[in-house]
């Protein structure tokens, strides 16, 4: 089974998309992780990477390139990325989007980060302001229309634990005998 969980900085991505892999016996790939991975080779931090991005388009298309290779390859998988649904397309046996308001967003990445909040909150719409810009420009995706995914979740509603369980409790009732249709991924372009 290959599961996508998407959605914006803060919005529980890693925290949940480890959870349902580790509830569900699959491996767990976090873009972010490779993101941080690649900012810190360079000697940035992720918001300063993201915005060297946008004059470097090989920075997302190689990291895109290797999600995308994962979503095409391998089984048994929950890949973690904002663009995860959108990559895996077809692939993917369900496709997630996770959010929550950008206060408690920002609160999150603010307690992880060890920074104040107000920072975490400007840095984090600066983020998105550029990874919205640029995965438009290269791909043609709208990473605000969520139509592509099947279930999306405003993570703040719930606890981390009952979120979690409502997760599995999703995955396991998804019967692919009954399943009449994922909804196709168009007019999108990958120039990896």
Known sequence: MLITVSGPPGSGKSTNAAGLAGALGLDHVSGGDIFREMAADRGMTPV???????????????????????????????????????????????????????????????????????????????????????????????????????AAYNTARWGPDRFLDALVATVEAYDPDDDEGKVPIEGVSYDF
């Open 48 to 150: 300063e990477f993201n915005e060297h991005a946008e004059d470097d388009g090989d920075i997302d298309r190689d990291l895109d390139r290797r999600l995308c290779e994962i979503a095409t390859t391998r089984e048994s998988v929950v890949l973690e990325s904002r663009l995860a649904g959108w990559l895996a397309g077809e692939h993917a046996d369900l496709r997630f989007w996770f959010d929550a308001p950008v206060d408690v967003r920002a609160e999150r990445i603010a307690d992880r980060e060890d920074k104040p909040v107000s920072q975490a909150r400007e840095e984090t719409l600066r983020r998105e302001a550029s990874e919205r810009k640029r995965y438009l420009e290269y791909y043609d995706v709208d990473i605000d229309d969520l139509s592509i995914y099947d």
